[in-house]
């Protein structure tokens, strides 16, 4: 039985922070619903559209008498974000956060949280699309979805498992995890695609026929540089802030692509086929295992 | 009007041959339906699905008084089928063949077919998925799809039209295009996707803890990576085949990516965000033009 959470503050009310809300609230998780982003504009949308009920753009204003914040601004706002809500925070109210990458936000919550720090649970739910803006917000977003809440030492446990059944009545499944590892996980799973599509669209742009480069390319490339058409400042702000398990991950790829290159250049067909044999059956069993 | 072809010769009958023999007999285009692969259990497997009427695993039967023959085998093995066939085609049988890879075929055939080369029209159907065999054949798989046919200083005009119209039937829409130009831009927009697929999948599956990697990928890997199911011996031999055009693709590929690599290093957010924004842009532009 999940005890309703009196009031909800939502800070970054974009395609998860709205999703949220709309899940909490179709569950009947939640009383009353506060919103705070920027822009006034996206808040009165917001409104407009059911997902919260009032709306603020100060911070400080909007965490006041909140019994749960979520955090669910672009990483490269978090920090300013919880020195901004430190100072009023009441000392009932948890904290929590959607970030793709886990090692910088508990960091920036050690500098700036202070005491509140306990009651900091870092979490990331596994779920999204290029899509972004409360207008894409669904309340079915994080049915069936994995979320991965990174608790540290400090972490307190009653903080962790309320965090943990929010997520869990929206339909999550929620994992706990290591953040270094989750930030290395995420690294190899996402960030790096997202980096390798970035870079070949890029590239094809940049090509004197681009028009008609686009224009003959077929269903796989469609899938295959559809996240390329995600958020640049998310995804720059996840770079910026996962940093070094990205240069990790992107260097042995470059590695990798690097040997796949020499065996062209080789004409080592064998060793093509092998390469292509042994990722064929890794992603194989991949879709078999996440039910594709 | 389509003149209907009394027999067709389907040499290699898998998703693109079978596909083409089923759309050419859902729209009467075709009387007899001939296959011809390497595995009889396959062939059979074709005549009980009504894809093809009858069979052969001889090419020189198989090619016996057809007006038209199609070569849907892979790359690979195209060279030696058209050595094959060569001395007992028949002056009125018109070849054609569907890979992805234009200048190695065409070279094959002026090596192989003699005299027969100005029947033969070069042609790539921009269809297909990481499914194949007969099995996954489908009559409306080249609905609405690209046809690029790429014919050459010694192809017959009338053989062009024939083949044409023949993939105009199957709902196709046929664009001709200079044989050196299509493998570029094949390789641009389909084969260094598939070589960045496969690389990234087997890096992950060589990484210690590749089960839970796999096991957090989100949606967005899973179209990244869907590529990376491809028919293995199929891509060695496009690779083996176009190997100049990918190279130059899968070079400047690595020097683009060698540059985000050196703007994250230098912790460079700017310049991140304007590849990531002009590689969106990009992509969202393609969306509308394509009707994703």
Redesign the interface.
């Known amino acids: 039985m999940f005890e309703q959470i009196q009031r909800l503050s939502i800070i970054g009310v974009g395609l998860i922070g709205g999703s949220l809300a709309k899940a909490l609230r179709a569950k009947g998780g939640v009383g009353e619903i506060v919103g705070c982003s920027r822009r006034e504009e996206h808040l009165q949308q917001a409104v407009d559209l059911g997902v919260i009920d009032r709306y603020t753009t100060d911070p400080i204003q909007a965490v006041a008498g909140a019994d749960v914040v979520v955090v669910a601004v672009p990483l490269?706002s978090v920090e300013a974000l919880f020195a901004a809500i430190a100072p009023t925070l009441a000392e009932n109210t948890l904290i929590t956060d959607v970030g793709s990458a886990k090692t910088g936000v508990v960091e920036a919550a050690r500098r700036q949280l202070g005491v509140h720090c306990s009651r900091f649970v870092p979490g990331h739910p596994?779920?999204?699309?290029?899509k972004s803006g409360v207008s894409a917000a669904r309340d079915d977003l994080f049915l069936g979805?994995?979320v991965?809440v990174t608790p540290v030492a400090e972490t307190d446990a009653q903080a962790l498992t309320r965090i943990s059944r929010m997520w869990q009545l929206t339909g999550a499944e929620v994992?706990a995890m290591d953040m270094e590892?989750h930030d290395r996980?995420?690294a190899?799973?996402?960030h790096?695609?997202?980096?390798?599509?970035?870079?070949?669209?890029?590239?094809?742009?940049n090509?004197q026929?681009?028009d008609?480069?686009?224009?003959?390319?077929?269903?796989?490339?469609?899938?295959?540089?559809?996240?390329?058409?995600?958020?640049?400042?998310m995804?720059?702000d996840i770079?910026?802030s996962n940093?070094e398990a990205?240069?990790e991950m992107?260097?042995?790829?470059?590695t990798?692509?690097?040997g796949?290159?020499q065996a062209?250049?080789a004409?080592d067909?064998a060793a093509?086929?092998s390469?292509?044999?042994?990722?064929?059956?890794?992603?194989?069993?991949?879709?078999q295992?996440?039910g594709?």
């Open positions: 490269g596994i779920a999204g699309a290029e979805r994995r991965i994992v590892h996980v995420l190899a799973t996402s790096l695609p997202h980096l390798l599509a970035y870079t070949l669209v890029d590239q094809l742009a090509m026929t681009h008609e480069i686009f224009r003959f390319a077929a269903g796989g490339f469609r899938d295959f540089t559809r996240i390329a058409s995600s958020d640049p400042v995804w720059r770079c910026v940093r990205i240069l992107l260097k042995a790829f470059e990798h692509l690097s796949l290159r062209l250049e004409q067909a093509l086929q390469l292509f044999s042994a990722a064929k059956q890794a992603r194989d069993a991949y879709a295992a996440s594709e």
